[in-house]
């Protein structure tokens, strides 16, 4: 089994190098900026709606179990 973990993010369309991000960022930031090309990527909370609620459930379940893990 590989047990690596890849950094959050995705390709930009332009350049395609990696944008790391995090959903946290993802949820906070009104832009995104690839940091090879500089494009500017904006986010449209609005048209993007279902997504955001899919990543603030995601964040939830996230926070949760760090909450658990400080218990033990």
Do not use: W, Y
Request: hydrophobic share 35%.
């Amino acid at each position: 089994m590989n047990n690596t973990q890849q950094a959050p993010g995705f390709k930009c369309p332009v350049c395609g190098h990696t944008i790391h991000t995090s959903i946290t960022e993802l949820l906070t930031q009104a832009s995104i900026r690839c940091p090879h090309c500089f494009l500017q990527l904006n986010i449209d909370k609005n048209e993007s709606k279902r997504a955001f609620e899919i990543m603030e459930n995601v964040q939830a379940a996230q926070n949760k179990m760090d909450n658990a893990h400080k218990i033990r």
